[in-house]
Antibody, heavy 120, light 110 residues
Framework: EVKLLESGGGLVPPGGSLRLSCAVS????????MGWVRQAPGKGLEWLST????????FYADAVKGRFTISRDNSRSTLFLQMNSLRAEDRGTYYC?????????????WGQGTRVTVSS | QSVVTQPPSASGTPGQRVTISCSGS????????VNWYQQLPGTAPKVIIY???QRFSGVPDRFSGSKTGASASLAITGLQSEDEAEYYC???????????FGGGTKLTVL
């Protein structure tokens, strides 16, 4: 069974940093692109970033470019999102997701999400 | 304002057929395949249609997807109360070099 488990969310002051992790199991991690999607309270889904399976390519939404960094450790089957210079508008639930295969494909498996609150 | 546009709401009675549209442009829907996600209240999204018209494993055949030019649609036939949820279309955008989600359509089963 394919599983994705996010961790690392929490309360952080504006300007602070957090590192989210997504531990996966049930598939060959390095064969698939992975991404992060967030959802602000009461709002829609917002794509943040995608990384190719071989770690060669990364893509970012303008809203987080330069502040967030996606990475992966294929030896540990873990996806990361380093979030710096956090703002109040970064508050929400952060989901990691597995692509069908490539970065342009659908996200076919999602984690349960981890909550991030940015407040002083 | 999202790059791809969905109606904010849709509704139908049990047994009816409803459709949800997703309108984009040459840099996204016209070029790449469209995916549809269902999000039940308080839960993570899940894919129901990928690559324009492919039902994901376990998705009832009441759900179907189609695409023409720069527009796509999700159709649900034989509407059931359990279909009440938020539905999102999503597609890769060449100009933005990333995924764009529609704003979501809240489906109400009357």
């Amino acid at each position: 069974e394919v599983k994705l488990l996010e961790s690392g969310g929490g309360l952080v002051p504006p300007g602070g940093s957090l590192r989210l992790s997504c531990a996966v199991s049930g598939f060959t991690f390095s064969n698939y692109a992975m991404g992060w999607v967030r959802q602000a309270p009461g709002k829609g889904l917002e794509w943040l970033s995608t990384i190719s399976g071989d770690d060669a390519d990364t893509f970012y939404a303008d809203a987080v470019k330069g502040r967030f960094t996606i990475s992966r450790d294929n030896s540990r089957s873990t996806l990361f999102l380093q979030m710096n210079s956090l703002r109040a508008e970064d508050r929400g639930t952060y989901y990691c997701a597995k692509a069908l295969y490539y970065e342009t494909d659908a996200f076919v498996v999602w984690g349960q999400g981890t909550r991030v609150t940015v407040s002083s | 304002q999202s790059v791809v546009t969905q109606p904010p709401s849709a509704s139908g009675t049990p047994g009816q057929r409803v459709t949800i549209s997703c309108s984009g442009s040459s840099s996204n829907i016209e070029t790449y395949t469209v995916n549809w996600y269902q999000q039940l209240p308080g839960t993570a999204p899940k894919v129901i249609i990928y690559a324009n018209n492919q039902r994901f494993s376990g998705v009832p055949d009441r759900f179907s997807g189609s695409k023409t030019g720069a527009s796509a649609s999700l159709a649900i036939t034989g509407l059931q109360s359990e279909d009440e949820a938020e539905y999102y279309c999503a597609v890769w955008d060449d100009r933005l070099r990333g995924v764009v989600f529609g704003g979501g359509t809240k489906l109400t089963v009357l």
